[in-house]
């Protein structure tokens, strides 16, 4: 489901040595740039760092970055990053800013596999020398916190294995609390942080057949509630991410002016695991595909790169 096209041969060397020519000179060799990186994945992409580091005594990802400016250093950059060192970045600069973007942690938390999620952990830890759930749980409050740090801190179980009995009671336990208004509950919020997906998935599917209503829908009383909105994204970022991620490649190519820092995530981040799923989404959504989509909302560079980590043209 991953959309990136990588040549039969590689070279890290070769590619090592074709970079460095692209930023000799006047002017840096763009095309060269993008028509290595957007076709390698991420262990070549780690190996071509290491040889380029050997090379020539100096990090790639600083060169790329002297070279490079706007928003395709930024594509380039990030997708250069190995896929846990990305995700590290985003956590913490989704953390960093001034109203901490919850969106991006609640995407790493609930779409990446435990042991992809395990993996950003440490890669955050080795950077920044501290937890992600510690600066998690520190720049969240109230029920954003309660809802957030459980799922950051998730591993769950990734087999198939369904238990129909538990799907069944868990449902009514998630269907009473929603009827509450207790959507900060507990027990809610235990079901949605440690059940693997295919669990949820069953336990959702049940909540709708014995219910009458997607759990969603029930879950649209106060469509401006913040903490109301995340949690109807964890549960479309768990059950359908596809879904998910069509939305943001939506919002942000559609309104007023493009959302590029969205629209950079989604790709850098989603063009080696399902991005021919979230396409075929976006098609179908929009009756458009999105490659014309993001054809007819960015230019030059940015949007060569972005067409090719969407498998559009050649390795």
């Known amino acids: 489901m991953a959309t990136i096209k990588v040549p039969a041969q590689f070279s890290a060397a070769e590619d090592a040595e074709r970079l460095q020519k692209a930023f000799q000179g006047w002017g840096t060799d763009e095309a ?12 070549q992409r780690k190996l071509i760092q290491e040889i380029y580091k050997e090379t020539y005594g100096e990090d790639l990802l600083k060169a790329l970055d002297k070279e490079l400016s706007s928003d395709f250093e930024r594509v380039v950059l990030l997708w250069t990053l190995t896929p846990s060192e990305r995700d590290a970045y985003l956590a913490n600069e989704a953390i960093k800013l001034l109203t901490a973007n919850n969106w991006v942690l ?26 992600l759930e510690e600066d998690v749980a520190y720049h969240t409050s109230g029920d954003i916190r309660k809802l957030l740090v459980p799922l ?3 591993f769950r179980y990734e087999g198939d294995e369904v238990n129909m009995t ?12 929603i009827s509450d208004k207790k959507h900060n509950d507990e027990e809610l919020i235990r079901i949605l942080s440690t059940r693997s997906k295919a669990q949820l998935n069953a336990t959702l599917n049940h909540y709708n057949n014995e219910f009458g209503n997607p759990i969603n829908k029930d879950l649209k009383t106060d469509p401006n509630n913040e903490y109301l909105k995340l949690l109807r994204a964890a549960i479309k970022c768990l059950t359908s991410p596809e879904k998910y991620f069509e939305k943001v490649l939506r919002l942000a190519i559609k309104g007023m002016g493009t959302d590029e820092w969205a629209l950079t995530r989604v790709i850098t981040t989603r063009a080696e695991v ?24 960015t230019s ?4 060569k790169m972005l067409l090719a980590l969407i498998g559009h043209g050649d390795a």
């Open 300 to 303: 030059g560079d940015y949007e």
């Open 166 to 177: 538990l799907a069944k009671k868990e449902a009514k336990i998630m269907r009473e609390a």
């Open 32 to 43: 060269s740039i993008i028509s290595i990186l957007a076709h390698r994945n991420a262990v």
């Open 274 to 297: 399902d991005m021919e799923r979230i396409k075929e989404e976006y098609h179908r959504r929009n009756s458009v595909t999105l490659e014309k989509a993001i054809t007819g909302d």
């Open 106 to 131: 609640l995407e790493i938390a609930c779409t990446r596999s435990s042991l992809d999620l395990f993996a950003v952990k440490q890669a955050y830890h080795a950077r920044y020398k501290k937890s």
């Open 152 to 154: 950051v801190c998730s």
